[in-house]
């Protein structure tokens, strides 16, 4: 089956500017997670949805980051008034119910670079 | 906090050698523990779990076991391959309010030589 999708796969935009990640989920996976992963770090939490609802949105690093899943399905990270240190691969990942040690299954990433 | 402390790297063996990737972890609470493999050009992807205490995690030749007595889930496999070439992480989830979020390692770069 289909796994976990993200669009694009990479952007370029200037700072200052406002872009909009999306991931599309596995199908039937209620829970979502986002991270956020530096050149030769680990990925690092950004947020998690259960369904519709951001359940845990504590790795969001400020109120420039915002992200949504209105339909409990897609969601989109958004990102106003881009800096330079945002620069870094988002990714997507999913998992079926987000219940204890559940495997969650990862998108390619989009590769956001911040001129 | 949650952390996770891995091996440094980046690692080079050759074909067929003994592979030991070392992971230690701090946490609050009783974890469940993941190592995740990045091969080039793709994503991330799960090689195995273990979700107590002395389980046994294994997939493709390799094998963790969930050590909470020193806070342990190492990696090994005994005879490594060039496809084996990948970044590897370690990771754990808290449980922390039904948040199963990841905290992952820094990841330890390996490279097979023929």
């Known amino acids: 089956g289909a796994g976990v999708s993200q669009t694009p796969s990479n952007k370029v935009t200037e700072k200052g500017k406002y872009v909009e990640l999306r991931c599309d989920p596995i199908?039937?996976?209620?829970?979502l997670y986002w991270y956020r992963q530096s050149l030769g770090q680990g990925p690092e939490f950004l947020i998690y949805?259960?369904?519709?609802?951001?359940?845990?949105d504590s790795g969001l690093p400020n109120d420039r980051f915002f992200a949504v899943r209105p339909e409990g399905s897609v969601s989109t990270l958004k990102i106003q008034r881009t800096e330079r240190g945002d620069s870094a691969v988002y990714l997507c990942?999913?998992?079926?119910?987000?219940?204890?040690?559940?495997?969650?299954?990862f998108g390619p990433g989009t590769r956001l670079l911040v001129l | 906090g949650d952390s996770v402390t891995q091996m440094e790297g980046p690692v080079t063996l050759s074909e067929e050698a003994f592979l030991t990737i070392n992971c230690t972890y701090t946490?609050?609470?009783?974890?469940?523990l993941f190592w995740y493999v990045q091969y080039p050009g793709e994503g991330l992807q799960l090689l195995l779990k273990?979700?107590?205490?002395?389980d046994k995690g294994s997939n493709k030749g390799f094998e963790a076991t969930y050590r909470k007595e020193t806070t342990s889930f190492h990696l090994e496999k005994g005879s490594v391959q060039v496809s084996d070439s990948a970044v590897y992480f370690c990771?754990?989830?808290?449980?922390?309010?039904?948040?199963?979020?990841?905290?992952f390692g820094t990841g330890t770069r390996l490279t097979i030589i023929p």
């Open positions: 990942a999913s998992s079926f119910s987000g219940g204890n040690g559940e495997t969650q299954y």
């Open positions: 199908s039937g996976h209620t829970a």
């Open positions: 949805f259960q369904g519709t609802g951001a359940a845990d």
């Open positions: 946490a609050t609470g009783y974890p469940s």
């Open positions: 273990a979700t107590k205490a002395d």
């Open positions: 990771a754990l989830s808290d449980h922390d309010f039904g948040n199963e979020k990841l905290t």
